[in-house]
């Protein structure tokens, strides 16, 4: 709390159904991404960059892994003596049944206890599930520029797009006139991302408000906006620009990887002042072998190349025998492909073993395959 | 309570790593792309369930000492367990001073003279292996010696592990003499410079040895003392790398090319500890060429590489080729350049020159942060 004052808490429940079988097991947050990395590692590493030293994860859906992933604030850096990452799961009150998170706003609500202790001038309110890399103190300024009671950061989007956007129609200052989810005609391009930033004793006031109200959503965009603009509250729209990504389908997924693909992403990982964070694995650097051919590629430690990877994203341990071929693919933490097989446009989860031989995913598929299961090698 | 504290040694003054030994001491060297040659002592104890360890600074500690941190990093309870730094006042006018035992002796009273444990562990930092510790000292226990040796049997000790020490054993184990191998002859026993024995026998060692000729090395005391106690030797198998001179850091690297070598090494079974540098995924671009290499995080490939070990962070522009080298982390190589069997130091630049090339029985050596 020494540094800014605002504490941030991430909204990390979701369960990300479009992701299909990714999501069995893990929510959307946990999710692998860019080699080496968890999705959940952007917002955190934000965080940690950004000056924010308390940290709450609000978590839901299939938590155990995430929680166990996030409780690790030293990967991090969240772990001085004022600092921490705390995971906030649905918990049973004394005055209340346990109970789960009805909506984003009712998350925080149900923690105001928690941010209490630490008693900050400001909340952000982040998603757990977004790519992207934003320095919030900038934000931070913005917001007592202006001297907003919130601040959105929004994201210019391609007009046509717009509609399926939460989309804020601003003001020549920036301050938010009205908020629109999903116009069928937009008047703005500015869509919400998702983050906010709020002068806390307001937040409480209205989110105290809000858990008793009979016909609320209790979420910030259906909810706590709307009625802070009913009141005519100071809300303002913070312009970010740059990488944003939120990955909801294997497609998009598959996409963001690829991204990375390009020597002039411009969420470039390879940045020293902005380093996005992780956890730690202890295996070797990874190995190319005499007869391999790696182009294209993005490739991180424990990697075992003999066959040939293009155009494709490897994580931690991902193992490529033989004459093997992988393709415009992605190749997600243990995978194994065996000697001979060949991956053409495919999102291979986790762990998973593509037998001898065996093909998967074609080069004019529509979508990008997703492999969950191992697939039997062709003798 | 562990069996035993760990401390992990000094090398010698007859030990010297031309170039790269002026910017920091052996066991800060990187090793294998991400490793330091210290963290193969270090996870050794970690892994063995030691978790107090003394390391002796040496001179030049800085990179040492930033590396190790708190110790966190090598999975040591960081309540229970702690690394410790040992200093020493450096004798720079006259070398012979600067001993292992001037080491000890000088943090006797604030750290050796205070362990608990009965039993401690030495463990060389300018060599890499593995080995349970835990075994040793089980062993070491039962056999009822005084002192253990580690060595491990070499057919080429006439051409490497030239000013290590070597034991000469009889039928039994035991250890006649401790001796210099100045490379008279192939078959060796390689003392690799790791001990054990009771912490009491370490301390009265120390002050035998000091009394007897302030220029002694522990390893030239126990020598002394082969024929008045139970001095054992102990077997290594598997990988086993000495670095002594340039030529030896060379070849300990390349000869992890070998995957297999490599990974019998390093594994989950026995994970080698090193500190993050939180450095992203490797990028390869349309023109990379790579074959038989190690290759770590945080580059950006456009060039050849054959047969060659790739520290972090390294820029690989278009046109170079690299072949039978050890590049080392942060390392740019701009378009066109070749470089053939060269340790190429730390942070340094190949912007001008047009090639490098040595041959692999005398490597070449680009100094730290140089420009060429």
Known sequence: ?379 | MAKAFGIINTTGNHIWVEGMQDYRPIGAFSFLGRYRVIDFAMSNFSNSDIDRIHVLAGSKPRSLTEHLGSGRQYNINSKRGNVQILFADNHSRNSIYNTDIATFDENMDDSIGKMKEPYVVIAPSNMVFKQSFKKLVDTHAASGADITLLYHSVENANEAYLNCDYVTLNRQKGVLEIQKNRGNEAQRDIFMGTYVMKTELFIELIGKAKTLSSMYTLAQIVNLSCDELDVRGYAHEGYFAAITDLKSYYDANMALLDIEKAEDLINDDWPIYTRTNDSCPTQYFADAEVKHSVISNGCLIEGTIENSIIGRGCIIKKGVVIKDSVILPDTVIEEGIRVECQVVDKHSKLLHCKELVAAADAPGYVRRGDTL
Request: overall charge negative.
């Open chain 1, 1 to 379: 709390m020494k540094q800014n004052n605002m504490l941030a808490m991430i909204l990390a429940g979701g369960r990300g159904s479009r992701l299909h079988d990714l999501t069995n097991k893990v929510a959307k947050p946990a999710v692998s991404y860019g080699g080496k990395y968890r999705i959940v590692d952007f917002p955190l590493s934000n965080c940690a960059n950004s000056g924010i030293d308390v940290v709450g994860v609000l978590t839901q859906y299939e938590s155990v892994l995430l929680n166990s992933y996030v409780a690790a604030g030293g990967r991090w850096g969240l772990d001085a003596k004022d600092s921490g990452v705390f995971v906030l799961p649905p918990r049973e009150k004394a005055d209340a049944d346990l109970d789960v998170y009805r909506g984003t706003a009712d998350a925080i609500s149900q923690n105001i206890d928690f941010i209490d202790t630490y008693n900050p001038e400001y909340v952000l309110i982040l998603s757990g599930d977004h790519i992207y890399k934003m320095d919030y103190d900038k934000m931070l300024d913005a917001h007592k520029a202006n001297s907003a009671d919130a601040t959105i950061a929004v994201l210019q989007v391609p007009m046509k797009e717009a509609s399926r956007f939460g989309i804020m129609n601003t003001n020549d200052t920036g301050r938010i006139i009205e908020f629109e989810e999903k116009p069928p005609v937009p008047k703005s391009n500015l869509a919400s991302m998702g983050i906010y930033i709020f002068t806390w004793k307001l937040l409480r006031e209205m989110l105290l408000a809000d858990m008793v109200k009979e016909d609320s959503n209790h979420d910030f965009g259906k909810d706590i906006i709307p009625t802070m603009l009913n009141d005519g509250r100071n809300l303002y729209a913070y312009k970010f620009e740059g990488y944003w990504k939120d990955v909801g389908t294997i497609d998009s997924l598959w996409e963001a990887n690829m991204d990375l693909l390009d020597a002039d992403c411009e969420l470039d990982l390879n940045d020293s002042s902005w380093k996005i964070y992780t956890e730690d694995v202890t295996t070797l650097p990874h190995y190319v072998s005499a007869d391999a051919v790696v182009k294209n590629a993005y490739i991180t430690q424990g990697c075992t190349i003999k066959g040939e990877v293009t155009g494709s994203v490897l994580f931690t341990n991902a193992k490529v025998g033989k004459d093997a071929k992988v393709i415009d693919s992605v190749l997600m933490p243990g995978v194994v492909v065996e000697d001979g097989a060949v991956v053409t446009r495919a999102l291979v989860a986790d762990g998973v073993k593509i037998g001898k031989g065996a093909v998967v995913g074609s080069a004019d598929s529509e979508n990008i395959l997703l492999v969950a299961n191992d697939v039997e090698g062709v003798e």
